[in-house]
């Protein structure tokens, strides 16, 4: 006899909607507490029953998904992509949300998606807020750059972000606003302010244990630098959660969208489903590959022959996500394989 119960938790930013079922469907007890980690701890040291839950992936589930875990059998995060499709109704609300993700769980036909270990979650979660900071010192060049222009003032483009230079740019300024000295002098510390805080989160995640081995052998790997390193392994995970290149290649936004029906196929443009964080970073580290890295020099000028550059960089970038995948899953540093020798023709 089965004794599990399945629950369902819809949540939210304050609160947590849940249904609890049996194996045969009967809804045992529904109800909602609210989000806080104390009260989810009480909800769930008091079920009396083993059970198994899920929930669907959004911004509140990482820390409700790490306080349940260790008082269930099984708890799963549901895609949410997919959970749109199923869930879809004319009426929806948090009751029938969390019956529904119950019902998906009791028949076994949830669409879990991948969940990384908690410190992997934290290390990501700076590195991505390392990307926010440079995004920032970006829009900090431009804006002083674009000051300088408002007010007709001539500089040199190439030094204006020097220490030294940007010095003497303020003392020799003639015919601008007093405001704009004052103005360039806070963009100035704001932009140091923005590039020390980057480097220092860069240097504190090279220095963790767990990534240091890992990111020096992705290094290995011509073309792949210390960014490239820490945004795979950390938005990756787990690398043998990818059966092939394939997968690889789809989650990181590299392919077209497949539609097929009645023997036709149909490619569309590049899929926006995808991880969007290493999207960015491998289409970066392809335009610059080819400098550093024969074979992917090689391979952008066949593909650069067709006459479209984003195909080029496209083809590199998914060479570089087969490499970083093969260096990761073996745990071997990269080596470039030897050509094959051409057969020899015994003499008649």
Request: hydrophobic share 40%.
């Amino acid at each position: 006899m089965n004794n599990l119960h399945y629950i369902g938790f819809d949540v939210h930013k304050k609160t947590i909607s849940f249904c609890v079922k049996t194996a045969a469907g009967e809804i045992v007890e529904e109800g909602s507490m609210p989000a806080r980690r104390a009260e989810v701890r009480q909800w769930a040291g008091a079920r009396s029953q083993p059970w198994r839950g899920a929930m669907e992936a959004t911004l509140f589930s990482g820390w409700i998904y790490d306080t349940l875990q260790p008082y269930g059998e099984q708890l799963e995060m549901a895609h949410p992509a997919k959970m749109k499709a199923i869930s879809a109704g004319k009426k929806k609300s948090d009751t029938i949300d969390a019956r529904t993700i119950a019902d998906l769980v009791r028949c076994n036909l949830l669409p879990a998606c991948y969940v990384a270990a908690p410190r992997i979650r934290e290390l990501r979660r700076l590195l991505r807020y390392r990307s926010l900071v440079v995004s920032e010192a970006v829009r900090m060049k431009n804006k002083m750059a674009g000051l300088l222009m408002e007010t007709g003032a001539l500089y040199v483009k190439e030094k204006l972000h020097r220490k030294k230079y940007f010095a003497t740019l303020l003392e020799e300024l003639e015919e601008v606003p007093p405001s704009l000295i004052d103005l360039l002098r806070l963009s100035r510390s704001a932009l140091e302010m923005f590039e020390s805080t980057q480097k220092r989160l860069v240097r504190e995640l090279l220095a963790d244990p767990e990534l240091t081995q890992r990111v020096e052998r992705l290094m290995t790997i011509p073309a792949v630098g210390e960014i490239t390193a820490l945004t795979w392994a950390l938005e990756v995970g787990d690398p043998q959660r990818f059966r092939c290149n394939s997968d690889a290649m789809s989650y990181c936004g590299l392919t077209a969208a497949l539609k097929s029906s009645a023997g036709k196929q149909q490619r569309g443009p590049i899929s926006k489903q995808r991880n969007r964080w290493l999207q960015t970073t491998l289409i970066e580290a392809a335009k610059l590959a080819p400098r550093w890295n024969p074979q992917l020099a090689a391979l952008h000028a066949r593909e650069l022959e067709c006459g479209h550059r984003n195909r080029a960089t496209l083809a590199v970038a998914r060479k570089l996500v087969a490499y970083l995948l093969a260096v990761d899953k073996t745990g071997q540093p990269f080596q470039v394989r030897a050509a094959a020798e051409a057969p020899t023709q015994k003499a008649a």
